[in-house]
T-cell receptor, first 114, second 115 residues
C-alpha cells in the first residue's frame, strides 16, 4: 500500500531562516514519482516539483531545494532564507507506475513570521 | 494555455438542495480527477476518469455524490441532496493519460458551504 507521511503539521519560523519540510513515503513499487505542491492562502494548488525514483540527485531551484533519499524513503523540501510569501501549506505526494492516482500527505502548514 | 477551469468558485446552499460543480480540463489532457479538501480529512480523491470513463470511484463518499464526464472537455460533480458535512473545497485536476511523469494540474477549486 502506498502512503505519504508529513509528520510536521505546522511550522513557524522567522523570516530569513532556513526551514525543512519532511516527507516520508511508503510504496512497494521500484518505479514511482514524488511531488511537492504549494497551497498559498489564496487556496489554489501549485505544482512545485516532480522527481522519479531513479533520479536521486538533489535539486535546487532558487531558494528551494529537494533532498531525495531512497534509503530512508524520504523526499524533504528546504526553503533557504525564507520569506513571508512562502507562508502556505505544502503537500508531498506519491504516484506509482500503472496508477494515474496521486496520493497526498496531510500537508505541513508553514508560517513565515516577519 | 488556459488552466483547469472550475465553476462556480463559491457556492452557498441550504441542506437538501442539489449542488452541481463543473470542471473543464486542460485541452489534450485525458485524465480528470475530482478531490475534496477539508480540515479534518485533508485532500481526498473522490473519483477519476480516463478518456471520459470513470476508472476509480472508491473515494465517493456515498450515493448522494455522482460524477459524469460526457465529453473530453467537461465534467460535473453532483451532490443530491446536500448536507452540511459536504461543506469543503472541491478541486478538479487533469493530466495526460499514461504519461506518469506528468503531474496533475489543479483548478482553483469550488468552495462549497451547505447551511
Amino acid at each position: 500500500a502506498q502512503k505519504v507521511t508529513q509528520a510536521q503539521t505546522e511550522i513557524s519560523v522567522v523570516e530569513k531562516e532556513d526551514v525543512t519540510l519532511d516527507c516520508v513515503y511508503e510504496t512497494r513499487d521500484t518505479t514511482y514519482y514524488l511531488f511537492w505542491y504549494k497551497q498559498p492562502p489564496s487556496g489554489e494548488l501549485v505544482f512545485l516539483i516532480r522527481r522519479n525514483s531513479f533520479d536521486e540527485q538533489n535539486e535546487i531551484s532558487g531558494r528551494y531545494s529537494w533532498n531525495f533519499q531512497k534509503s530512508t524513503s524520504s523526499f524533504n523540501f528546504t526553503i533557504t532564507a525564507s520569506q513571508v510569501v512562502d507562508s502556505a501549506v505544502y503537500f508531498c505526494a506519491l504516484s506509482e507506475v500503472g496508477d494515474d492516482k496521486i496520493i497526498f500527505g496531510k500537508g505541513t502548514r508553514l508560517h513565515i513570521l516577519p | 494555455d488556459a488552466g483547469v477551469i472550475q465553476s462556480p468558485r463559491h457556492e452557498v446552499t441550504e441542506m437538501g438542495q442539489e449542488v452541481t460543480l463543473r470542471c473543464k480540463p486542460i485541452s489534450g489532457h485525458n485524465s480528470l480527477f475530482w478531490y475534496r479538501q477539508t480540515m479534518m480529512r485533508g485532500l481526498e480523491l473522490l473519483i477519476y476518469f480516463n478518456n471520459n470513463v470513470p476508472i476509480d470511484d472508491s473515494g465517493m463518499p456515498e450515493d448522494r455524490f455522482s460524477a459524469k464526464m460526457p465529453n473530453a472537455s467537461f465534467s460535473t460533480l453532483k451532490i443530491q441532496p446536500s448536507e452540511p458535512r459536504d461543506s469543503a473545497v472541491y478541486f478538479c485536476a487533469s493530466k495526460p493519460t499514461g504519461r506518469l511523469q506528468e503531474t496533475q494540474y489543479f483548478g482553483p477549486g469550488t468552495r462549497l458551504l451547505v447551511l
